[in-house]
């Protein structure tokens, strides 16, 4: 069984800042990792996804994330934000399994003051 | 991009009532999730389906059933509601055909109310 934890439950940077979101996962074996974003009001829009080969993704937008094996993590970064990146952003992942499901974090809330 | 609708988008009813909440997509994807989305959690999986017919059970099904009738519609039913299953629910679909399995799209979510 698979987990995902985010740290952060909340996050606030100014317009123009850098930020990381920060996600933690547990799993024996192969695994899916993916960041989605939810504006408020909206369902979740995939952002982006690794599951082998360079650790570092992009996504849209100018989001990245970062895979580390050794430590269990998949960051998402985004090196200057804007105020419309004010969302909950959800890491999620899934053991290879062919099902498709994924579990999901319990997501950080993100807030651009301008 | 894959179209996912559904219907309602607001829905109140009362303990013990009999509610079903509609999803579409348009996409052709095969596998199709019903989720629920409380304050202070994640998206937590109700059933899913990776084909008209099929259904398999999610993570946390008690109280809900679900059929999907055909590519296209996917239906959750509560047929006993409780104030419990009051939630914000989201469908999505994804395709394995394309490599996207993990790849979902999710529709603009039902709210639910149960009093």
């Known amino acids: 069984t698979q987990t995902v934890s985010q740290s952060d439950a909340h996050v606030t940077v100014f317009e123009g800042d850098s930020v990381e979101l920060r996600c933690n996962y547990s799993?024996?074996?192969?695994?899916?990792l993916s960041w989605y974003i939810q504006h408020h009001g909206r369902g979740l829009q995939f952002l982006l996804k690794y599951y082998s080969g360079n650790p570092v993704v992009q996504g849209v937008n100018g989001f990245e994330a970062e895979f580390s094996k050794s430590d269990s993590s998949f960051h998402l970064r985004k090196a200057s934000v804007h105020w419309s990146d004010s969302a909950v952003y959800f890491c999620?992942?899934?053991?290879?399994?062919?099902?498709?499901?994924?579990?999901f974090g319990d997501g950080t809330v993100l807030t651009v003051k301008p | 991009e894959a179209a996912v609708t559904q219907s309602p988008r607001n829905k109140v009813t009362v303990t013990g009532g009999n509610v079903t909440l509609s999803c579409r997509q348009t996409?052709?994807?095969?596998?199709m999730y019903w989720y629920r989305q409380d304050t202070g959690h994640g998206l937590r999986l109700i059933h899913y389906s990776y084909g008209a017919g099929n259904l398999q059970i999610g993570d946390v099904p008690d109280g809900y059933k679900a059929t999907r009738t055909t590519q296209e519609d996917f239906f959750l039913l509560l047929e006993l509601a409780s104030p419990s299953q009051t939630s914000l629910y989201f469908c999505a679909s994804s395709d394995d055909r394309t490599g996207g399995l993990y790849e979902q799209y999710f529709g603009p979510g039902t709210r639910l109310t149960v009093l």
């Open positions: 996409n052709s994807h095969n596998y």
């Open positions: 999620a992942v899934s053991g290879n399994t062919n099902t498709g499901k994924l579990t």
């Open positions: 799993y024996g074996g192969s695994i899916y």
